[in-house]
């Protein structure tokens, strides 16, 4: 099948962000006494980043405040930009599909961290718009996310190819009837804690 546009997840689809992501997280929460292992960061990938940190306070029973808690890791992750890496593979396929069919990025993060990543890698001119976690009410694995991407671009979701990393990212962009490519199939993120 030919596809009439292209969406990316963008942490751990278009960027290597994934480690630094992880290194945020165990240093935002060593400051409230919260665990957070690399197998269930791995496990969460997809979700808010409000969600995770709501999940984690409630499974330890730590009274905090979630949002207070995602803002801090977001201020952490930033001071982490400059060691992130593109994915090689995935970013040779938004080179081969730039200006011929549109793209766009579909991300469960927020502005910032999104353009941060982008900006940083030099990527955010190939998409013809961006979607966050602020521009949708139901985050991955809702279909949202992807469905509001195809809208933007003009172009029925089911002419769309996904590009994702995640098991709730996969999930949505199949529920918003578009065909998926597994990341996972081609490239493995490096442990930090291995």
């Known amino acids: 099948m030919s596809y009439e546009a292209i969406i990316f997840d963008c942490d751990g689809t278009l960027a290597n962000s ?45 009274s905090g405040d979630a949002v207070k808690i995602a803002e801090e890791k977001e201020d952490e992750f930033e001071r982490h930009l400059h060691a992130i890496e593109m994915i090689p593979q995935t970013v040779e396929v938004v080179k081969a599909h730039y ?30 718009t961006i979607v966050t976690a602020w521009d949708i009410t139901h985050s991955k694995p809702a279909p949202d996310t992807y469905l509001e991407a195809a809208r933007r671009l003009g172009v029925d979701p089911k002419k769309c190819l996904a590009y994702e990393d ?17 990341v996972r199939t081609y490239f493995t993120p490096a442990r930090v804690t291995a």
């Open 99 to 128: 200006q011929k069919i549109p793209l766009a990025v579909a991300t469960g993060g927020i502005p910032r961290v999104c353009h941060g990543i982008l900006d940083n890698l030099e990527l955010r001119h190939y998409f013809e």
């Open 18 to 62: 994934m480690p630094a992501h992880y290194i945020a997280w165990a240093e935002t929460l060593k400051r409230y006494g919260v665990d957070f292992s690399e197998d269930l960061f791995y496990a969460t990938g997809g979700w808010s980043t409000v969600k995770v940190a709501q999940y984690l306070l409630d499974r330890d029973g730590v």
């Open 166 to 182: 995640t098991d709730p990212g996969l999930e949505s962009a199949r529920q918003a009837g578009m065909a998926v490519i597994d």
